[in-house]
């Protein structure tokens, strides 16, 4: 590499980096298991204990299961923190590592969803350390690189997935701190009466 040029694998992971470490991770300190699965609105989706959803469709290996329908409703269910999170770790990290980075395979359908918050976050910690590893194991030519037949468009260079990975971290995460926000203000007592 030229010694004026970038280091873009380095730009990269530090765009997720200053987020994750500067604006996220205090936010989701002590997420209470109360919050993970609090619903502001009638049949939102969420994580819930096998056999309890009334959801059309329920994935996961073990005793919790993620709320779907195939196709999706149109207008979009309602999600929780829970079903967010799990979005996040499987569909947007763990299922790309198992993909790309060697880590073990991982599906909707294959995942033991967390059925708390702590165990949740640890989830989320995991998934992050293994992708981010990937990235930077990618070096530079890495980054360029076909996706291939793994990735909806398989000539785009791993540069691209990096940046929509990261996108999908950045929106999804801040949708759990707004519904962290949205929790405390519906449930907080202000002059002896809920708000």
């Given at each position: 590499?030229?010694?004026d ?7 990269l ?20 298991d109360e ?13 819930r204990p096998?056999?309890?959803s ?6 996961g290996a073990g ?29 947007v990290?763990a ?6 980075f ?25 998934q ?10 990618l070096?530079?030519a ?6 291939g037949?793994k990735?909806?468009f ?17 929106h999804?995460l ?7 926000d949205?929790y405390?203000?519906?449930k ?8």
């Open positions: 590499m030229d010694g040029e970038p280091d873009w694998n380095r730009t992971r530090e765009q997720w980096e200053f987020h994750w470490n500067h604006q996220v991770r205090a936010r989701l300190e002590g997420l209470t919050e993970y699965f609090w619903s502001p609105v009638p049949d939102a989706w969420s994580v096998r056999g309890s009334a959801a059309p469709v329920q994935v005793d919790f299961t993620l709320d779907y329908a195939f196709p999706e409703p149109v207008p979009a269910a309602f999600t929780t923190i829970a079903w967010r999170l799990g979005h996040v770790i499987v569909g990290l299922a790309r590592n198992a993909a790309h060697g880590a073990s395979a991982a599906s909707y359908e294959s995942w033991e969803y967390a059925g708390g918050a702590a165990a949740a976050l640890g989830q989320l910690e995991v992050l350390e293994v992708w981010l590893a990937g990235v930077g194991g070096g530079e890495g980054l360029r690189v076909p996706v037949e990735e909806p398989p000539e785009a260079p791993m540069a691209d997935l990096v940046l929509h990975v990261h996108r999908e971290l950045i999804h801040s949708e759990v701190c707004l519904l962290r949205l405390v203000h519906t907080s007592v202000t002059n002896g009466e809920d708000r």
